[in-house]
């Protein structure tokens, strides 16, 4: 069983910044990558940054140059620095990690999910 706990999520107002955190835990062989996605209210879940064990990263072009997505390997943990947040980054932000297992197959897990608000 593989878990992704996510954290650092809160309402915060425009132009400001918040971190996530997001540490995967459990029977986990190896981690290929992790990303955040997003899902604002009617709208369907989008990826937002991701990180693969080379350290290669991709980024939504609305967050280019805003967020920041980092990982430590041996810790299996991605953060998710997010600067000069605007209303429409509003959503609930999930963790993603594509992931090896001890037993069973390579898959994705889902963390449960932390709303990020951008609000004056």
């Known amino acids: 069983q593989v878990q992704l706990v996510e954290s650092g999520g809160g309402l915060v107002q425009p132009g400001g910044s918040l971190r996530l955190s997001c540490a995967a835990s459990?029977?986990?062989?190896?981690?290929?990558?992790m990303g955040w996605y997003r899902q604002a209210p009617g709208k369907q879940r989008e990826l937002v940054a991701s990180?693969?064990?080379?350290?290669?990263?991709n980024y939504a072009s609305s967050v280019k140059g805003r967020f920041t997505i980092s990982t430590h390997n041996a810790k299996n943990t991605v953060d998710l620095q997010m600067n000069t947040l605007k209303p429409e980054d509003t959503a609930v932000y999930y963790c993603n990690a594509d992931v090896v297992p001890w037993l069973g197959s390579r898959r994705d897990y889902w963390g449960q999910g932390t709303q990020v608000t951008v609000s004056s």
């Open positions: 459990g029977s986990i062989l190896s981690v290929n990558a």
């Open positions: 990180i693969i064990s080379g350290g290669s990263t």
